[in-house]
C-alpha cells in the first residue's frame, strides 16, 4: 500500500542517528535544566559545611603556599622574576578548571547513570552543565587571582598587562573544550573498558608536569631544548602562558603556539562530540 | 483518529554475560566485519528469548520484530511475564536506549515515568527539587512555576516543602515525586509499574489521576503493570508480549484473559543444571517447584492443589523460615502462610523439601501466584520472588450455572435449610 499522505511525526527514534547531529535545539529546549543542574551542584557542593562558597577560594590559596614553599623557595624553579603566589595562581586556576572539567566529564555516564537510564533529555546537557558549574568556580578563583594581582601592584611590583589580557575569553573557552571534548572521549571509552579510568586517576595529576603550572616555558626551553617540544606540545601550555603573558606581562607567547593550540581543541572537541553521540544511544546497556 | 505511536520491525539485542572479558577481540572482530560490509557476527536474527532454554549465542534478542500502532487517546496496557521485554520496549520508547533494528514514530511530546523521582537530590529542599525534576522530565520553568500550588496541593507535603527531601519518609519522598510527573503536560505518557508505591489512599489517587489523563484529557498512555486489576480498570487496549514478541493485541479485557490462561504453563518447575544458576541469592537457591492437583489430572475448586518445593540452603546455623503468598489475578493475596524450617538456630547447608496442600473446595477458579519469601528469625529477608510459579484453579459447573463465581475464596459451605409454613 502506498502512502499517499506521508505523514508527519515528531519524534523518530531510529538504530542510528547522524554522528554530527548535536540536538542544539533540543539543548536550547532544556536549557532550564542546564540552568537548575549547575544549581544544584553549585547548592550540594556547600550545604551542610561553616564556611560555605568560601571553600571555593581556600583550596587555591592552600595550594599556591604549598606551591610557594616546595617549588618556588625549596627547589628553586625560576618564575620569570614575577611574584611567585601571583606566578602560581594563574596557572593553577587554569589548570584546576581543565582538570576538573576532564575529571568531572569522564565519568559523567557512570555519575549520571541512575538519571540517564530512567528519562531522556538531551545527553549533552550533562557534560555543558559540569563546564559551567566549574566555570562558576574559575569565576570565583580569579576573583581571587584579581585580588591578589591588586595587592602586588600597591606593593609596588612591577606588573604590566597588555593588550594579550584581552584574550581571556578565548582562553576559557578554549580550557572549557578541551575538558569537554577529551573528557567526552574518555567517558565514551569507560562506559565499556572501565581501564581507562584509572589512567585518569593518576594521568591528569602528572599530566599538571608536563604543563607550565609550576614552571615557565622559557626555563623549560633553556634546561631541555630537545624535549621542550613535548610541553609545547600540549596544547594547555598556550593557553597557560597566553594568560601569563597578558596579565602579568611575562611568558612565551607567540601566534603560532596559540593558532597550533586552537586547531589541537577544535580536532579534540569535535572528535569528543562524535564519539559521545555514537556512545550516548546505547550506554544504557553496557556501563 | 489519527496515530500516536507506530511501532515498526522493533529488535533489540543484548550481549549476555560479563563485559570486559574478550570484549576488545570481539570489538575488533565486528569492526573487521563491518569494514568488509558484511553482518555482525555476534547477532544472529530469529534466536526466540527464552530464558529457560540454553541459546547458542550469547546475545539474547530481547525483543523481536514487534510492529504495533497506537491511536491517539487510547490507554495501552503492556503485559507479560518477567523477562518478556516490557521493559526494554519502554526504555527504547522512551529513548533512554536505541533499537538495534527498526524504528518508532512518534507524535506529540512524551513523558515517561520508569521511575519516580528521577534525579532528586537528596540535600535539596522539596521545592528545588520540584523544578528539578520538573526540568528532567522535560518541563519549562515557566510551566512548573505555574503548577507549583497544584503540585504541591496534590502530593499532600505543603508542611515540609522548604525541608531537604533526605529528611522526607520514603512515602512523602514518593508522593512528591509522583506529584510532579503526575502534572507533566504531554500527549504520550509512559508509565512503568511505579504505582507499586505508597499506601493505599495514594495509590487510589495515582490510579485516578491516571484514568483522568486518558479518558477526559484525551492522552495516549502506555501502562506496564503485573496488576491485571488495575489494566482491566485503566486501559482500553492490551498487548501481551511473550520472549521478547507481540503475541497478541486486543481490547484490555481479551488481552488480560489471554494472558492469564496462557500464563499457567509454568505448574511445574525443575532446574536441572547447576545449583549456582538456579532461582535465588547466595543464601538460597530454589531447584524445583510442583504445584498438582491432589486427585485427579487437572486442578478444579474440588480437586484440592499439593504443592512440593525443594531448595537449597546456604546458611547454616540459623533459624530459617519459608512463606508462601499466593494472589489471585486482581493481586488479592488469599493467604500469607510460613512454615519454621528450624527453631534452634540449627538450620544446615543441603537440599530441604517442603510439602503441603491446599484443601479441596477452598480456592475460587482463577489463576493464582505464588511469592516465595524466605527469612531468618522471621525478620531478616534472606530471598524473595514475586511470582514466582502460578497455576491455574479450573471452574466447575454447578447444575446448570457454569458462570464464574465472584469471590475471592469458593467454599463449600454447609447450607441447613428448613421451611416453615
Redesign the interface.
Known sequence: MTDLHPEKWDIEINAKGSLLDLKLKEVWHYRDLLVLLVRRDFISFYKQTILGPVWFFIQPVITILFYTLIFGNLAGIPVDGLPKPLFYLAGTIIWNYFADCLNKTSTVFKDNAGILGKVYFPRLIMPLSIVLSNLIRFAVQFLLFIILYIIFILKGEHIIPNIAALLLPLLIIMIASLGLGLGMIISAVTTKYRDIAFIVAFGVPLLMYATTVIYPLSVAQAKYPKYSWLIKFNPITAIIETFRYGFLGKGSFNWELLAYSIVSTIVILLTGIVIFNKVEKTFVDTV | M??AI?VENLSKA??LGD??TG??SRDLERFWARLRGKEDPFLKIGEVNDRTIKGESDVVWSLNDINFEVEQGDAVGIIGRNGAGKSTLL????????????????????A?L??VG??F?P??SGR?NI??NG???????AEIKQKFDEIVSFSGVERYIDT?VKRYSSGMYVRLAFAVAAHLESEILIVDEVLAVGDAEFQKKCLGKMGQVSKSEGRTVLFVSHNMAAVKTLCNRGIVLANGQLIYENRQLEAVSFYQTNNNTRATFEHHDDVSSAPGNENIRVLKFIIRPLTGDSISISTGVSFEMIFFNQKAGINLDATFELKNSDEIPVFHNGVLISTNNDSKTGFYTVKCTIPPNLLNAGNYSFKLIFGENQRYLLFSADDFIGFEVENESKGSNSALAPGVIHPKLDFKVSYRA
Open positions: 489519527s496515530k507506530k543484548y550481549q563485559f570486559g570484549t576488545i526504555k527504547i520508547l522512551s529513548r533512554v536506549t536505541s533499537p538495534t533494528t527498526g524504528s518508532i514514530k512518534l507524535r506529540g511530546r512524551i515517561s520508569l521511575e528521577t534525579g537530590h540535600e535539596l528545588e523544578y528539578l526540568a528532567i522530565l522535560g518541563m519549562r520553568k531537604p
